[in-house]
């Protein structure tokens, strides 16, 4: 299994809170993904980055900050959380291959009440 | 029109069954198709590539039809740890633009 970890696993906020979520991988790619998954759709892409400092949107990216310091290290923060919010969120990796495919953190588990 | 589509399921079927899922894509300029397993809260797991000639891995047959847009797995000889949700995704251009089906539900019972 690749290396990557969530955290936190579950989260219960409220309405308005700034939440940040963290996904640390040991694999030294270049690429880093957060999606969301909610019941009827497939994963939605949030946000992207290719490399430390360079990140870019995706499909569902309003309402979402992200940030990468280290190879390591992505950051999603929610600036300010909303119900619409309450879903599952996977972080993933690639090597950026054209032919690579995604490796996915174990989900962060997030409810906005 | 969702950009990939699948039927949602649930298929139940016994243990030893053949069992196929059909994943059809809108874009015409996609690239690379892959199938991922999804167990109950937990992450999606790549499965398989689906290459243009075809591929099978133990049993798990992988199909690709570009002329019809479409994608298939066929799964034989079901077992109890087959149950899953499979996920069928689909590479436009690169890989920053991998789009997912929402899955297809598989239960496989004694």
């Known amino acids: 299994d690749a290396g990557i970890t969530q955290s936190p696993r579950h989260k219960v906020t409220e309405t308005g809170t700034p939440v940040t979520l963290r996904c640390h991988q040991t694999?030294?790619?270049?690429?880093m993904y957060w999606y969301r998954q909610d019941p009827g759709h497939g994963l939605r892409l949030i946000h992207y980055s290719y490399g430390v400092k360079d990140t870019d949107k995706g499909e569902v990216s309003d309402g979402y900050s992200v940030s990468r310091s280290k190879t390591e290290d992505f950051l999603l923060t929610l600036e300010s959380a909303t119900s619409s919010q309450t879903s599952v969120y996977f972080c993933?990796?690639?090597?950026?291959?054209?032919?690579?495919?995604?490796?996915f953190g174990p989900g962060t588990r997030l409810t906005v009440l | 029109r969702k950009e990939v589509e699948q039927d949602p399921g649930p298929f139940n079927v016994p243990e030893g069954a053949t069992v196929a899922f059909n994943c059809t894509y809108s874009n015409s300029a996609s690239q690379s198709f892959f199938w991922y397993r999804q167990d109950c809260r937990k992450e999606p797991k790549l499965l398989m590539s689906?290459?243009?000639s075809g591929n099978e891995d133990g049993r798990f047959t992988a199909q690709l039809n570009r002329a019809s847009q479409y994608i298939s797995l066929l799964i034989r000889d079901s077992k109890l740890s087959d149950s899953a949700t499979y996920l069928c995704v689909v590479i436009v251009y690169n890989n920053n633009d991998m789009r997912f089906g929402a899955g297809t539900r598989l239960t496989v019972k004694p």
């Open positions: 993933a990796i690639s090597d950026g291959t054209k032919t690579d495919t995604q490796y």
């Open positions: 694999e030294n790619h270049r690429y």
């Open positions: 689906v290459y243009s």
